[in-house]
């Protein structure tokens, strides 16, 4: 059996991962190194891929804060024209009174919501966003086709696997050359037991003494055959063991320096995950900011909650009345005498 031939069993899932995060994951499923121990030969290739792929993740995570800005930008000025647009309309309107005041200061409420959102999407596009890229550029520097930390851990992933990548081709060449002697030794031996089973035949049948001297000689070279492959044998399974035990005597230098380079990578893979998460602290403070804590909208709410409390329908009424009612200096029919 293969020194690297074992069953695969994977680890039990987490009940905090939601099924979304499964799925995802599974994609991992597609790369050839899946299912296969790290240790193996070009396994480490799938901790490469991660490398590479932080970087498209970082740019990911850039582009939904972009369009979250954009979002929130356009949302600004949409909301200033609404504020505009509608101020101007009831300017022109025939509303009157605090019932006019309440609804202009309704009206007036898009322009600090414009504000808001507009800040919003400037903290995204001003400082968050070019963090998050110059982050990503100064640690996903390009190396040709690739990036250059991501060639570093191939150079010292391939470094630490060539001596023990030999020494698998020796193992494998040792047990092809063993099962080779094997085979050959069986088919020997065969080839001599029938000779033997020949000459006991021909032993109770008279025969010429040049036949029994060309037979005799025959089944000592089949002997002598037999005798070399038995040897052959021995030989090849020495060396195989050899092998295996040279291999057995490498293990723990191999497993030391391939874990001492996985570690660098888990390094570089933590510092993307802590920025990601500061990333996220950060755009969380952006929302509290401009939601739960903003002075601005703390205003526009109690500017608003100050107009309603000076609501008042009754005294609306009299207004109109005394401006367009019956209050009003009315010209009644009157007789007029007819001037030539």
């Known amino acids: 059996m293969s020194l690297f031939n074992r069953k695969y069993i994977a680890p039990p899932s987490s009940p905090i991962i939601s099924n979304t995060t499964r799925i995802r994951s599974a994609s991992l499923a597609t790369n050839s190194t899946y299912g296969r121990g790290f240790f193996e030969p070009g396994a480490y290739s799938i901790v490469l891929k991660r490398c590479e792929n932080g970087h498209d993740l970082a740019q990911q995570l850039a582009d939904m804060f972009d369009e979250r800005a954009q979002i929130e930008l356009a949302y600004a000025n949409q909301s200033r024209h609404w504020s505009y647009k509608w101020r101007n309309e009831l300017s022109k309107s025939q509303e009157y009174g605090t019932n006019k005041k309440v609804w202009d200061q309704l009206a007036t409420t898009g322009e600090p919501m414009a504000y808001v959102h507009s800040t919003l999407s400037a903290s995204l596009s001003e400082s968050l966003i070019p963090n998050l890229r110059q982050w990503r550029k100064e640690h996903y520097e390009r190396y040709l086709l690739h990036y250059k930390k991501t060639k570093e851990f191939e150079r010292d992933f391939l470094d630490a696997q060539k001596s023990w990548n030999k020494l698998l081709d020796k193992i494998s060449e040792c047990k092809s050359m063993y099962y080779s002697a094997c085979k050959a030794s069986k088919l020997a031996s065969e080839a001599e037991n029938k000779s033997i089973y020949y000459l006991a035949c021909k032993s109770s049948k008279l025969v010429d003494d040049a036949e029994s001297k060309s037979s005799g000689e025959q089944r000592k070279k089949l002997a002598d055959k037999a005798d070399t492959a038995r040897r052959e044998i021995v030989f ?104 030539d």
Request: hydrophobic share 30%; glycine share 0%; no cysteine.
């Open 236 to 339: 090849t399974r020495t060396k195989y063991q050899q092998a295996i035990n040279e291999a057995r005597e490498q293990r723990p230098n191999y497993e030391s320096t391939m874990k001492t380079i996985f570690e660098r990578t888990q390094a570089f893979e933590k510092r993307r995950l802590d920025f990601f998460k500061e990333t996220y602290d950060e755009y969380a403070k952006i929302l509290e900011i401009a939601t739960i804590d903003n002075s601005i909208l703390k205003t526009m709410n109690a500017n608003f909650k100050a107009s309603l409390l000076v609501h008042d329908s009754l005294q609306d009424l009299i207004w109109w009345d005394q401006n367009y009612g019956t209050q009003t200096n009315s010209r009644w029919p009157e007789y007029e005498e007819y001037i």
